[in-house]
């Protein structure tokens, strides 16, 4: 295990991953290394034969292939890194190849239930602060595609001045610019100025430091979490008349994309706004756009019923 705390630390160190991304690194890494223990094997003993015959066993425990695909990766993350460090003189991960992750398309919303949603946002909160801050939230959402531990941990400096533009930081701490909608704007500046009104009481009454977040929260992360607002939009689809089991923070980043390609946008600039590696995995949203354009004349067109 000291292996993987040292992996750990150099991936928090080195790359900047994080949180979510360490966590999930270990729980692979500690059910890799439970199943070497199990066989009187360790990390720095483990040959290409035990990582393949543990690949097979999470295979036979019936996990999805982009779960094992991911498991490898981590995998491969450690053997590298010991490699890396002179911990061993060889990586017997180097050559195994994962399981090819199935291609599925993302699901995605249509204009009309976005603008639902969007309006729902204006309508269910109780108070007038829960309707700022519920509307602020989805309409940064679907103005920028933001990945949504991005946009719960969005600090308040990047919202002050009313920006056209707003500095987002990524996975693995790379930033990106990505523009805003008059929408949006709108709704980050009034929000904005309700929260500083809050913060600016609490802070006299209770004697509390402002927060650097734009979305503070009581809790320890001192943001509101990721769980939260999971719960907080699906009860906006409620409201809005949709299935609440079709919304969820990441199809609204997959709507975002969807009608940014359907409205002519280029496909580097909706990568550069997704803050994606590689362009492969912005294509996909074109393979969503051909599939409604070819179900649009299924459906539509005057022959389709002969």
Known sequence: ?????????????????????????????????????????????????????????????GLAASTRARRLSAIRGLHRFAYDEALRSDDPAIRITGPAKPKT?????????????????????VTEAERLRDTCLMQLLYATGMRVSELVTLPVAAARGDPRMLLVRGKGGKERMVPLSPAARAATSAWLSHRDTAEDTAGREKGT??????????????????????????????RAGIA???????????????????????????????GHADIA?????????ETRLRELVLTKHPLAER
């Open 209 to 238: 430091a402002p927060s650097a977040f734009l979305f503070p929260a009581r809790g320890k992360a001192g943001h509101v979490s990721r769980v939260w607002f999971h719960t907080r939009i699906k009860a906006l689809a409620a």
């Open 105 to 125: 398309l993302p699901k995605t919303l249509s204009e009309a239930e976005v603008d639902a949603l969007l309006n729902a946002a204006e309508e269910l909160g």
């Open 1 to 61: 295990m000291k292996w993987v705390e040292l992996f750990l630390e150099a991936q928090a160190a080195e790359r900047g991953a994080a949180l979510n991304s360490l966590m999930a690194y270990r729980r692979d890494l500690e059910d890799y290394t439970a199943h070497l223990e199990a066989r009187g094997l360790s990390p720095a003993t483990a040959q290409r034969s035990d990582i393949e015959r543990y690949l097979v066993a999470c295979e036979a425990e």
């Open 244 to 274: 609440p089991g079709r919304v969820s923070p990441h199809i609204l980043r997959h709507a975002f994309a969807t009608h940014l390609l359907s409205g002519g946008a280029d496909l580097r600039a909706i990568q550069a706004m997704l």
């Open 281 to 289: 995995t912005t294509e996909i949203y074109t393979h969503v756009l």
